[in-house]
């Protein structure tokens, strides 16, 4: 089980990270990859087929501005593709409203701006349909997270 990232500038580095952190939760094996869709497109068909021919399953691409690099993406394979709209003008709507309105046919899973651990957790997810030890991991997470906030927020909180 492999998930590659995607993102078009190595100032989205800490915005991606996230991402990672998710997928390294559950010892997902991950490769990230700084490409862009209109600076290096033959590259990024290169890689595209490379990760397909290698396996992997599920592909995270985060973008800004035009946010084109999610949906360029999608157009070019069949594997799941999760958009995370960065933060970069107008705070992030320009490039959620580019990779939400993807046309017909063409999809793409869009999670909130910046939220690339998000992005993570339904790769995760998306895995844990085929992975039992994914599921198991996904289940007991869920169920420690009910406690723990529970245990932190139970007795109320002061004002």
Sequence with gaps: MKVAIF????????????AAKA????????KAFVLSAHR???KLDETIKQIESEGY???IAGAGLAAHLPGVIASKTVIPVIGVPVSAALNGLDALFSIV?????IPVATVGINNSYNAGMLAVQMLSLKYPDIKE?????REEMKVKFIKENGEGVEL
Excluded: A, W
């Excluded at 997928?23 to 991950?30: R, S």
């Design 23 to 30: 997928l390294k939760e559950f010892n997902v094996k991950y």
């Design 101 to 105: 309105q993807m046309p017909k046919s």
């Design 57 to 59: 399953e599920v592909i």
């Design 137 to 141: 991991k996904l289940i007991k997470f």
């Design 7 to 18: 993102f078009g500038s190595k100032s989205d580095v800490d915005t991606m990270r996230g």
């Design 40 to 42: 290096v497109p033959e």
